[in-house]
């Protein structure tokens, strides 16, 4: 199982996740609490492990400048969470420089099945994030129905990676990896004291649970 610990926002917090086991580390591009800026991010990202994903997440922003934050700041991989096309992501992953995974936020909302469809159909995304709608771009902070919304994991042969996000937290990340049976999980909150703060603890919790076998 796949682990993002996203929203951090310093070094201590970066290294306590990679320690407990995460794959990935996120930093927020887009307006929020845990917004921070590519000089702070280059600075964790150079001191984290080559294995490590260092995510970035970006709302509506132009292909050319998210492409020039990532070669700065040093990341490997982007998440898109507004309201950017198959076409876009192609894009921005055809683009010259560093190569960048992309994943694409999806809510889950009326027609989200067809649109997570038309990423794994039409490629461009290296993965799609499930979250709930909400008006705050960049992550929810509530959980959806995962039961009502198994029945449209890819399976089957469709081949797209599916990561699941959205009020996820130690005690429950269990009960949705069983109930989806996703590629990844990705936490934020769930993990935290205060916004951009985390709970060493709980990230340690929280990948333990996420990667305990089924």
């Given at each position: 199982?796949?682990?993002?610990?996203?929203?951090?926002?310093?070094?201590?917090?970066?290294?306590?996740?990679?320690?407990?086991?995460?794959?990935?580390?996120?930093?927020?591009?887009?307006?929020?609490?845990?917004?921070?800026?590519?000089?702070?991010?280059?600075?964790?990202?150079?001191?984290?492990?080559?294995?490590v994903?260092?995510?970035?997440v970006?709302?509506?922003?132009?292909?050319?400048?998210?492409?020039?934050?990532?070669?700065?700041?040093?990341?490997?991989?982007?998440?898109?969470?507004?309201?950017?096309?198959?076409?876009?992501?192609?894009?921005?992953?055809?683009?010259?420089?560093?190569?960048?995974?992309?994943?694409?936020?999806?809510?889950?909302?009326?027609?989200?099945?067809?649109?997570?469809?038309?990423?794994?159909?039409?490629?461009?995304?290296?993965?799609?994030?499930l979250?709930?709608?909400?008006?705050?771009?960049?992550?929810?902070?509530?959980?959806?129905?995962?039961?009502?919304?198994?029945?449209y994991?890819?399976?089957?042969?469709?081949?797209?990676?599916?990561?699941?996000?959205?009020?996820?937290?130690?005690?429950?990340?269990?009960?949705?990896?069983?109930?989806?049976?996703?590629?990844?999980?990705?936490?934020?909150?769930?993990?935290?004291?205060?916004?951009?703060?985390?709970?060493?603890?709980?990230?340690?919790?929280?990948?333990?649970?996420?990667?305990?076998?089924?």
């Amino acid at each position: 199982m796949w682990v993002k610990i996203c929203g951090t926002t310093n070094l201590e917090d970066a290294r306590a996740a990679v320690e407990a086991g995460a794959d990935a580390v996120g930093f927020v591009f887009a307006p929020s609490p845990r917004r921070v800026e590519p000089e702070v991010v280059r600075e964790v990202a150079s001191a984290l492990p080559q294995r490590v994903e260092k995510v970035g997440v970006f709302v509506n922003e132009s292909p050319e400048h998210i492409r020039e934050v990532a070669e700065y700041a040093g990341l490997t991989a982007v998440q898109l969470h507004g309201d950017e096309t198959v076409e876009f992501a192609r894009q921005l992953a055809g683009q010259a420089g560093v190569k960048l995974r992309v994943f694409k936020a999806i809510p889950v909302r009326g027609g989200f099945g067809a649109r997570m469809m038309a990423f794994a159909d039409k490629g461009g995304v290296d993965a799609v994030l499930l979250d709930a709608a909400a008006f705050l771009r960049g992550g929810s902070g509530q959980s959806f129905d995962w039961r009502a919304v198994a029945e449209y994991m890819p399976r089957n042969g469709v081949d797209i990676p599916v990561i699941v996000a959205g009020g996820l937290n130690p005690k429950n990340v269990r009960e949705a990896v069983t109930i989806l049976r996703p590629w990844g999980v990705d936490v934020v909150s769930g993990v935290e004291q205060e916004p951009g703060k985390k709970d060493h603890e709980k990230v340690r919790e929280f990948v333990r649970a996420a990667k305990e076998d089924l």
